[in-house]
């Protein structure tokens, strides 16, 4: 598993790479917080659960970063490792991830601030497989 940066010019475009799909959206969560901070700086003290939905699997990537995001400026954290159990469909028009969050309250000093990430995008977003990978990726504005 791992995650990667697409070139972009206003903001910047991340893919998550995993085995699962479920993995991949982990990965891509990774992206996004690498962007903003020093992850590996960030301990897994605490765990915030995450719940989302939407009518695709490919705009539920954006509101799986989106409430991750939010739970941030919510819960006052930095995440730096993800774990979604299943991605699954709920009805004809829905699917769900239930998920976990690990991180620990805010510390500027220690975390190393970098960009600002306000949200994830509809922008460029696309799920492939390529040799039996998952690629999730989509734009976040910076």
């Given at each position: 598993?791992?995650?990667?940066?697409?070139?972009?010019?206003?903001?910047?475009?991340?893919?998550?790479?995993?085995?699962?799909?479920?993995?991949?959206?982990?990965?891509?969560?990774?992206?996004?917080?690498?962007?903003?901070?020093?992850?590996?700086?960030?301990?897994?003290?605490?765990?915030?659960?995450?719940?989302?939905?939407?009518?695709?699997?490919?705009?539920?990537?954006?509101?799986?970063?989106?409430?991750?995001?939010?739970?941030?400026?919510?819960?006052?954290?930095?995440?730096?490792?993800?774990?979604?159990?299943?991605?699954?469909?709920?009805?004809?028009?829905?699917?769900?991830?239930?998920?976990?969050?690990?991180?620990?309250?805010?510390?500027?000093?220690?975390?190393?601030?970098?960009?600002?990430?306000?949200?994830?995008?509809?922008?460029?977003?696309?799920?492939?497989?390529?040799?039996?990978?998952?690629?999730?990726?989509?734009?976040v504005d910076v």
């Open positions: 598993m791992s995650f990667e940066y697409k070139e972009h010019e206003a903001d910047v475009g991340i893919i998550g790479i995993g085995d699962t799909l479920e993995k991949a959206f982990e990965e891509g969560a990774k992206a996004m917080f690498a962007i903003m901070i020093n992850i590996k700086k960030v301990e897994c003290k605490k765990e915030i659960s995450i719940k989302c939905q939407s009518m695709e699997k490919t705009t539920l990537f954006v509101e799986w970063l989106n409430e991750l995001l939010s739970r941030k400026d919510i819960d006052n954290m930095f995440f730096s490792k993800f774990k979604i159990n299943k991605i699954e469909k709920i009805d004809d028009d829905n699917f769900k991830l239930n998920g976990i969050a690990f991180g620990e309250e805010i510390n500027i000093k220690k975390h190393e601030p970098k960009l600002e990430v306000k949200g994830a995008t509809y922008s460029g977003l696309k799920i492939d497989i390529k040799n039996n990978k998952y690629y999730v990726q989509c734009i």
